[in-house]
């Protein structure tokens, strides 16, 4: 039992309620009410999205494509899939408390112990079965990718539920994904199929593109990236369902820049990560996890949510085989594109936001 305080209120986002309130409001009102080839937001059945986790000075106007799309409209619970930054794990873990406050109300949003208590019994199969593990209350506070979902969430919520309060809301089921392998991910992303095949659940994976620079010791640098960058930043022609990437280079022969290497003027820096993060983007809109997870090895890009992303994206097509959905079923279209600025030189460094819908209709 307990509640999670909101505590990266009042550093990575604003602790006023009226301040935060405004602050999201007016995100969402600079995303446009319909998208070309989407229809109106919220987009019926994107009951799945991906929003990225920075301070929302940052990406807090990115987020708020992911939320204007959401379809909440049948959600019975919440899913919240994000990755660990702090605390080593190799598995999944679910939270061991029971509410999660944010600054917008004094009434915390509930989870839902009973569907997190029913996960923590499950076995994943295969010769070297795991089971969900339990994060404790301290590592649950310090991770911040989790919680910098929530204040959208709760603000769609009482959009939602004018006359009701949080805790009637639907609850929320958040999990923890470590550093996975690619079996471990199919064998928890089979677990969680029968929920993401369920109209009523909704689902939000917490993630962040490339971060690049000496500080994130990533400095991949493509010479074969198109100049100018097929994807902006601040671009909406992004992937949509089974999207390759036209310029096909062969993404494995990059080199990883140094303050000795002597660039080339063109593509420049930030034109090579806008190329890797769309490699990455057209991966999963193919919706095949082994495609995604070869780009990933090509690259090496930095894609912090890469392990949730891996998670939902097997689980996706294990109910597409269990379930008999169409190969259409759950692909995903991503709807904006940021970066944190643009990379001159090595000395610099930049991290990369991504707002995608997942249609599962």
Known sequence: MGTREPSHAGSWYSDDEKELTAELEHYLSQVPDELPGLGKLPIQSARIVMSPHAGYTYSGPCAAWAYKSLDLSNAKRIFILHPSHHAPLSTCALPS???YSTPLSDDPLPLDTSTIQHLSTLTTSGPRP???????PATDTAEHSME????YLHLLLKRLFPSKPPSSYPPLVPIMVGSTSST???AFGALLAPYLADPTNAFIISTDFCHWGSRFSYTYYMSSAPSPPISPSGSTNLP???STDPSNPDLSTGQSLTTKTRLPSSPKIWESIAHADR??????????HANFLSVLKDTGNTVCGRHPIGVVMA???EARRAEGKGEEWGRWSFVRYERSGDVGSVRESSVSYVSGVCLCD
Do not use: D, H, R, V
């Not at 795991?130 to 404790?136: E, G, R, V, Y």
């Not at 910098?148 to 204040?151: F, G, V």
């Open 97 to 99: 408390l029971t509410s």
């Open 130 to 136: 795991q089971s969900f593990t339990t994060m404790s």
């Open 148 to 151: 910098m979902q929530l204040p």
């Open 184 to 186: 471990t991910e199919k």
């Open 240 to 242: 949509t369902p089974t």
């Open 279 to 288: 490699a990455c983007m057209c991966a999963i809109a193919t919706g095949s």
């Open 315 to 317: 689980g996706l097509e």
